[in-house]
């Protein structure tokens, strides 16, 4: 299998402080990468150093085949990404949004159209395409962001904590959406503190402190540390590592 | 290139669709035109006046009689004591007295020289030094009169030499009009506030509500965004700066004797400044509050050193030195020069080099500062 993401003792300090502790990690083409840690683990800076927001300190990484140090305009062509606050012009409406996008990346205005088409049916957001962004319910900005971040065809992108504050009717919902996009072949990146959406990952990767301190697939995990959900797995991990500490 | 016309399809789609702003850009420019520019105008064409004469000669009346006809001055009482006028001034009843010592005529008529006495309020320099211009400028006419009265009455007689007044006449602003000094200044005023400080907001807003985060993970290039960002402050700049100009010249009956594309060529020159400047502030703040108090800070620095309020050479030397790193100074005065003396090109030169060559550099400097990454 292809490597989408590596990394090699990734590290990110900030002044004495270090967010991200000597990562290392492989996910492959096509995987749901479901990336846990309590607030403050560090899931946001090393997803801001694998899109090119933030330079490392130390280690090394590649995204999509291309270096984090020299390379990162070249990752930023080939990765969508929606960060962990709501991003997008509220004051902008739906389709204008993502018409605004389409430009940024350079697409043709036919293809904007074609794209815009194919990502309201994708995330379901015909009805509101008109609407200004403010006034769409959280869970419908959530979906909207995703299509942004998809709008160029990216073969990876990163979400960051995408269901947070919305319902869990809402957020079952978007982890179908999370399904049908893997289903076209991207790999997906995806942070969150939701014990119960880690089941639904390929694989997950467990952050505590900075430091990965399990990474593999979720019935694998529960297996080897003998629970019967993901919940119990962290848990457990967490004590482990603050007695080590 | 594409990309950049996307974002500037953004922000004009964005400022016209956010009322303060459109009331910043369009509304609010007019007001503060209107009152700075009446108030100012109002303030010295009527200043309030008080007589007193010790003399109560002909020659005195005839004196008081070219002050009464002048709607630059308002005759507002008649004091006997200078104790009198000093309540007057400490009331705010009057701004300005005229006291004609005893004897004035019979000692004019010898051909000595006796002094009319002017008390001003000092308080509002600007009206207090342009009243006393005036008054200064009728005694002069009238002292002239008299002195060619007595050559005519003796031809004969040989003319004192210190009796020769010398004139300093003003070339250009002919009536010293006030609003023709101050609306270039408004001018300069308004439009580096919408360059600077909507260009520091605009950029600061995206940092605040995370969209500039997602800026930076696309493949814009930083000249892009930068781009992307201030050249709609540009434009507006320039929609504003005509917006006024219509506005001097059928309100305030100013029309600029200069070239208008001379003006608008040294604008953009300008603008490189308040534009980079814009961006700068945009790099050190993260919040719009923070984008708006900073803003200010430079504003009113930039405003009392360049001359709008107090001329630069009424100020304390060191002072006088650090306007000159001030580049609104240079378009004050390059501003007054068009609009007052139709000044051209090469006439402007000393001040448009340093005023593009220190633009050019806060524009290079914070252009560089602003990365397409956080921290
Ligand atoms: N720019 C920065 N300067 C200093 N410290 C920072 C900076 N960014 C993050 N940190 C610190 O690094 C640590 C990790 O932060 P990070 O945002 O990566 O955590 P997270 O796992 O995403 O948490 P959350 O679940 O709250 O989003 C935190 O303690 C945070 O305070
Ligand atoms: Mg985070």
Same mark, same amino acid.
């Given at each position: 299998m292809n490597i989408s993401v590596q990394t090699r003792n990734l590290t990110r300090r900030f002044g004495r402080f270090t967010a991200v502790d000597r990562v290392t990690l492989d996910v492959y083409e096509g995987e749901i990468f479901g990336f846990l840690g309590a607030n403050g683990a560090g899931k946001t800076t090393l997803i801001r150093m694998l899109t090119?927001?933030?330079?490392?300190?130390?280690?090394?990484?590649?995204?999509?085949?291309?270096?984090?140090?020299?390379?990162?305009?070249?990752?930023?062509?080939?990765?969508?990404?929606?960060?962990?606050?709501?991003?997008?012009?509220?004051?902008?409406?739906?389709?204008?949004?993502?018409?605004?996008?389409?430009?940024?990346?350079?697409?043709?205005?036919d293809q904007i159209e074609q794209r815009k088409a194919i990502l309201f049916e994708h995330v379901g957001l015909q009805p509101f395409a008109g609407q200004m962004t403010r006034d769409l319910p959280l869970g419908f900005k959530q979906r909207l962001a995703l299509a942004c971040a998809l709008l160029h065809d990216p073969p990876i992108v990163f979400l960051d904590e995408p269901t947070s504050g919305v319902d869990p009717k809402a957020r079952r919902s978007f982890w179908n959406l999370i399904y049908q996009t893997a289903q076209l072949g991207k790999t997906l990146f995806v942070t969150t503190h939701f014990m119960d959406e880690a089941e639904y990952c390929h694989r997950?990767?467990?952050?505590?402190?900075?430091?990965?301190?399990?990474?593999?697939?979720?019935?694998?995990?529960?297996?080897?540390?003998?629970?019967?959900t993901m919940q119990e797995v962290f848990i457990a991990l967490h004590q482990s590592s603050e007695e080590a500490a | 290139?594409?990309?950049?016309?996307?974002?500037?399809?953004?922000?004009?789609?964005?400022?016209?669709?956010?009322?303060?702003?459109?009331?910043?850009?369009?509304?609010?420019? @007019?007001?503060?035109?209107?009152?700075?520019?009446?108030?100012?105008?109002?303030?010295?064409?009527?200043?309030?006046?008080?007589?007193?004469?010790?003399?109560?000669?002909?020659?005195?009346?005839?004196?008081?009689?070219?002050?009464?006809?002048t709607d630059r001055f308002r005759i507002v009482g008649y004091e006997s004591s200078y104790r009198g006028i000093d309540n007057a001034i400490h009331r705010w009843h009057a701004q300005m007295a005229i006291v004609i010592p005893p004897n004035f005529g019979r000692d004019l008529q010898r051909g000595l020289q006796p002094e009319?006495?002017?008390?001003?309020?000092?308080?509002?320099?600007?009206?207090?030094?342009v009243a006393l211009g005036y008054a200064t400028g009728i005694l002069r006419q009238f002292g002239q009169m008299v002195l060619r009265q007595r050559m005519l009455a003796r031809p004969d007689a040989a003319i004192p030499v210190h009796q020769v007044v010398a004139e300093d006449r003003m070339w250009y602003n002919l009536d010293l009009q006030p609003e023709q000094y101050m609306i270039p200044g408004i001018v300069v005023l308004l439009i580096t506030i919408i360059s600077m400080l909507l260009s520091a907001m605009s950029m600061v807003r995206e940092k605040e509500i995370g969209t500039m985060e997602q800026l930076m993970v696309t493949p814009l290039k930083r000249y892009q965004i930068i781009l992307g960002k201030i050249l709609p402050?540009?434009?507006?700049?320039?929609?504003?700066?005509?917006?006024?100009?219509?506005?001097?010249?059928?309100?305030?009956?100013?029309?600029?004797?200069?070239?208008?594309?001379?003006?608008?060529?040294?604008?953009?020159?300008?603008?490189?400044?308040?534009?980079?400047?814009?961006?700068?502030?945009?790099?050190?703040?993260?919040?719009?509050?923070?984008?708006?108090?900073?803003?200010?800070?430079?504003?009113?620095?930039?405003?009392? @050193?360049?001359?709008?309020?107090?001329?630069?050479?009424?100020?304390?030397?060191?002072?006088?030195?650090?306007?000159?790193?001030?580049? @609104?100074?240079?378009f004050m005065y390059i501003m007054r020069e068009i609009f007052q003396k139709g000044s051209t090109f090469p006439f402007l030169l000393k001040d448009l080099v340093p005023m593009t060559v220190f633009g050019l550099l806060i524009f290079t400097f914070s252009v560089l500062k602003f990365q397409k990454r956080l921290a």
């Open positions: 090119g927001l933030l330079k490392p300190t130390e280690g090394e990484a590649q995204v999509a085949g291309f270096d984090v140090w020299g390379q990162s305009e070249a990752i930023k062509r080939r990765i969508g990404y929606m960060s962990q606050r709501f991003s997008l012009y509220e004051d902008l409406t739906a389709e204008e949004n993502l018409t605004f996008y389409g430009g940024i990346y350079g697409l043709r205005r997950v990767g467990i952050m505590h402190m900075g430091r990965m301190i399990a990474v593999g697939p979720p019935g694998q995990l529960k297996r080897q540390y003998d629970k019967s | 290139m594409q990309q950049i016309l996307y974002l500037m399809w953004k922000e004009f789609k964005q400022v016209f669709r956010t009322r303060e702003m459109l009331s910043i850009i369009f509304v609010a420019p @007019m007001i503060q035109m209107l009152v700075l520019g009446f108030a100012i105008s109002t303030e010295v064409k009527n200043v309030s006046l008080i007589i007193t004469d010790f003399d109560r000669s002909s020659t005195s009346r005839e004196i008081l009689r070219a002050f009464e006809h009319v006495l002017l008390i001003v309020d000092g308080l509002d320099g600007n009206t207090a030094g402050f540009l434009i507006l700049a320039f929609v504003e700066l005509g917006i006024v100009l219509v506005v001097a010249q059928f309100i305030f009956s100013i029309r600029i004797v200069g070239s208008y594309a001379l003006l608008a060529g040294l604008a953009f020159l300008y603008l490189f400044a308040t534009l980079g400047l814009g961006i700068f502030i945009s790099t050190i703040t993260q919040t719009q509050q923070q984008a708006m108090f900073v803003s200010w800070f430079f504003l009113i620095f930039m405003i009392l @050193m360049s001359g709008f309020f107090i001329p630069i050479e009424n100020m304390p030397p060191l002072l006088q030195k650090i306007t000159y790193i001030n580049p @609104m100074r240079y």
